[in-house]
Every structure is written in structure tokens, then in C-alpha cells.
């Protein structure tokens, strides 16, 4: 039996990387990149998990972004997103595109 994967396979980036959809422009390391930049899962978890110690806060984003756009990034490097600075956390590769966590603490 064919799993979902088998029948996106051939799956178009450009349904989800859609301007009028999903995705905007960002600066991504000082390039203007088409991608998904989501907030809002950890700003859910952040609640629940009590991420807020002693003054510091953790910003954590998660972006969706075409692996032909981008080299991958590493662990731990930083990554510039729209003049933010953050640490990549984890970069998932899933169907031709990186979900890349990033985070910042703000003090």
C-alpha cells in the first residue's frame, strides 16, 4: 500500500512556499528569502513548559525553508533572521525542505 509520502513525492514547494498562502519574505542571514517563520508552537509550549527563569527569556522560532534555498545549517551556529540573532537548535529535513529551530535568550 502507497503511503502519503509516496503520492506527495513530487510534491510542488511552491503550494506551501506561497506568498499568498503561507510564506513571506525574510532576511535570512542577510539574504531576502521566501520562507515560513512560525511562532506560535512555542509560544504554546513556552506557557506549559515554563520557559521563564529568573529574568531570562527564550525566544525559539521555527522556520520552513526549500533546501535549494539555503546550505544546511549547523548546530549551534547562529543564523540571522530578519536582523534577530539566533542559535540553531535542531534542522529536520522533510520533503526537499529544513525546519530549522532556532533560539535567543533576552535578558
Not at 512555542?42 to 533546501?67: A, L, P
Not at 535549494?68 to 547562529?78: A, V
Request: contains cysteine; charged residues 35%.
Amino acid at each position: 500500500m502507497a503511503t502519503l509520502k509516496d503520492y506527495i513525492k513530487d510534491f510542488d514547494l511552491d503550494t506551501f512556499i506561497n506568498m499568498d498562502e503561507f510564506a513571506d519574505d525574510h532576511q535570512i542571514n542577510g539574504e531576502t528569502i521566501k520562507c515560513v517563520v512560525d511562532t506560535d508552537i512555542f509560544d504554546e509550549r513556552s506557557t506549559q513548559s515554563g520557559d521563564r527563569s529568573g529574568g531570562v527569556f527564550k525566544d525559539t522560532i521555527s522556520i520552513f525553508i526549500k533546501m535549494s534555498d539555503i546550505e544546511k545549517p549547523l548546530i549551534d551556529e547562529m543564523m540571522s533572521v530578519d536582523e534577530d540573532d539566533y542559535r540553531v537548535v535542531e534542522v529536520k529535513e522533510n520533503m526537499g525542505m529544513y525546519e530549522i529551530e532556532l533560539s535567543q535568550y533576552d535578558y
